[in-house]
């Protein structure tokens, strides 16, 4: 009987199998049509001075405008997007839309998530730069996060990227810090101008990791001031939150607080002048 129950299992774990590889692949025929549709749009979330709650720029989230789901989050369909490699397609759709998007609103700097596939391509930092020439846009606004992961893989080619984007002014922001491998010594290797510390960090400052999470905000802050490197806080989502941050030491914040990521409206004169928010 054993036996029985343990083929049934086995039988149960191949259809469920079977389910999940039939999902995976309507997926990434979704995707593949998505794609040829054009039908990714960024939100935008802002980056805000945690002093005073001046907006110093924004962050651009990838969002799937799905015909039957509407608006899909990255959670819902980046993994396939990476494990079949249109996430390169995917991101340049992407980011000719930014770029459109700053050419008609002049204020502040827009960063742009970059998977690390993109450093690949040796052409990667041209493609940027010529696009956002395209678009009649200072490169000196765009900046890109990145994961300590894009920097691994290739580490001369990833250097060689980062140093052609940084002499045209366009910064690298190390995305998620604290939740890789963190060898400090990228920070030397490469023109890395932020460090965003990741938002569990920040949300462990409340709970039962409150020790923890105070002494590795403490030692990301303390390290990013010796190296001169800007911090921005990811997932602030109270007051209290905020405020600690700020006396930490961390200069900007992004979160639920300040505001959720958007969708820009056509016209978007409100956001032309972004109001300070009243926080001191
Ligand atoms: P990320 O770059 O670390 O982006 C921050 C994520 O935290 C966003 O999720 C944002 O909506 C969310 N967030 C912001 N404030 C708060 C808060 O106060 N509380 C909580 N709980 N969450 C907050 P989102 O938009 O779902 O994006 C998830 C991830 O997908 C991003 O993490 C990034 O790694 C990836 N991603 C987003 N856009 C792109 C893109 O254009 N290209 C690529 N390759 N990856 C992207
Ligand atoms: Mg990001
Ligand atoms: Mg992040
Ligand atoms: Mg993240």
Redesign the pocket.
């Known amino acids: 009987r054993a036996k029985a129950r343990g083929r049934d299992r086995s039988e149960r774990f191949d259809e469920e199998m079977r389910a999940e590889a039939i999902r995976l692949l309507d997926l990434e025929a979704d995707l593949r049509r998505a794609i040829q549709r054009d039908a990714f749009e ?2 935008f ?1 802002p980056i805000v001075r945690l002093a005073d709650g001046v907006v110093v720029g924004h ?4 969002r799937w405008r799905h015909d039957q789901h509407g608006w899909l ?3 819902e369909f ?1 993994r396939v997007c990476e494990d079949s490699g249109l ?1 390169e397609q995917v ?1 340049w759709l ?1 980011y000719r839309r930014v770029v459109e998007w700053m050419g008609r609103h002049p204020d502040g700097y827009v960063s ?4 690390p596939r993109h450093f690949h391509a040796e052409d990667f930092a041209d493609r940027l730069l010529d696009m956002a020439g395209e678009a009649g846009v200072d490169p000196r606004r765009l900046r890109i ?1 990145i994961t300590e992961g894009a920097l691994l893989d290739d580490a001369p080619r990833a250097a060689r990227i980062l140093g052609t984007l940084r002499e045209n002014g366009v910064a690298a922001l190390l ?2 810090f604290g939740t890789g491998f963190s060898a400090l010594s990228y920070l030397h290797r490469f023109p890395i101008q932020a460090l ?1 510390i990741d ?1 569990s960090f920040i949300a462990g400052l409340a709970g039962d990791t409150q020790t923890e999470s105070l002494a590795l905000v403490r030692a990301i802050l303390a390290l990013a001031v010796t190296l001169g490197i800007e911090t921005i806080g ?4 109270t007051e209290q939150q905020r405020r600690l941050l700020a006396d930490l030491g961390c200069t900007y914040g ?4 300040f505001g ?2 958007a969708r820009p409206a056509d016209d978007q004169r409100r956001r032309v002048r972004p109001p300070a928010l009243s926080v001191r």
């Open positions: 960024p939100y979330q962050e651009a989230l990838l989050p990255p959670s980046l996430i991101d992407l742009i998530n970059v998977s996060e995305d998620d965003k938002q990811e997932g602030v989502e992004q979160g639920y607080l959720r990521p």
